[in-house]
T-cell receptor, first 117, second 115 residues
Framework: DSGVTQTPKHLITATGQRVTLRCSPR?????VYWYQQSLDQGLQFLIQ???????AKGNILERFSAQQFPDLHSELNLSSLELGDSALYFC????????????????FGPGTRLTVL | GDSVTQMEGPVTLSEEAFLTINCTYT??????LFWYVQYPGEGLQLLLK?????DKGSNKGFEATYRKETTSFHLEKGSVQVSDSAVYFC??????????????FGQGTTLQVKP
């Protein structure tokens, strides 16, 4: 158990809909990362928050947004869903050591499997 | 831009065989390098890491050495077990991208170990 929780585990929805994925980081971790894993694109970094502020953005579509709340949990919002958004979405956390984030171990949650029909 | 290239899979080995999974990288700075493992139906977990040149990461019999001259971080294990069957990801975190820690992953290599 990594200490990172993600809900829901599975999500099935229709094209055009909007969903929210939730992540609770490990206790003490200030940084939350979102990644997308799909068969054709592999594992891709989407976005990072650190202590409530956006820190880095990757290949995240404009239809997607995220936020980190004062209790440090994070939500990833996906809207106007398309078939191609079907993927496994992982949340990871790090940053409790106080050192450089680039050397920190990231702890991954079990993922949310999104299926868009 | 930054990138990680792993050897194509799947890799199929017999139990107790020697394992090598090749990983090379391109980065603007001096990255930290990681190997993550994903067991079926689970999230990724760190296997080992190295944060500077010539560092060797090791864990559970797996080893990898950070080679700056060849920009490589190959994963090795002397004797694999059936329980090592999983997908292995090489990844980097580049300080040139600021102190973000975001990971760039290779495409993953599936390892299947047969009894």
């Amino acid at each position: 158990d990594s200490g990172v929780t993600q809900t829901p585990k599975h999500l099935i929805t229709a094209t055009g809909q909007r969903v929210t994925l939730r992540c609770s980081p490990r206790s003490g971790d200030l940084s939350v990362y979102w990644y997308q894993q799909s068969l054709d694109q592999g594992l891709q970094f989407l976005i990072q928050y650190y202590n409530g502020e956006e820190r880095a953005k990757g290949n995240i579509l404009e239809r997607f947004s995220a936020q980190q709340f004062p209790d440090l949990h994070s939500e990833l919002n996906l809207s106007s869903l398309e078939l191609g958004d079907s993927a496994l979405y992982f949340c990871a956390s790090s940053g409790s050591s106080g050192g450089a984030l680039r050397t920190d171990t990231q702890y991954f949650g079990p993922g949310t499997r999104l299926t868009v029909l | 831009g930054d990138s990680v290239t792993q050897m194509e899979g799947p890799v199929t080995l017999s139990e107790e065989a020697f394992l090598t999974i090749n990983c090379t990288y391109t980065a603007t700075g001096y990255p930290s390098l990681f190997w993550y493992v994903q067991y079926p139906g689970e999230g990724l977990q760190l296997l080992l890491k190295a944060t500077k040149a010539d560092d060797k990461g090791s864990n559970k019999g797996f080893e990898a050495t950070y080679r700056k001259e060849t920009t490589s971080f190959h994963l090795e294990k002397g004797s694999v077990q059936v329980s090592d069957s999983a997908v292995y990801f090489c990844a980097l975190s580049d300080p040139g991208s600021g102190n973000t820690g975001k990971l760039i992953f290779g495409q993953g290599t599936t390892l299947q170990v047969k009894p």
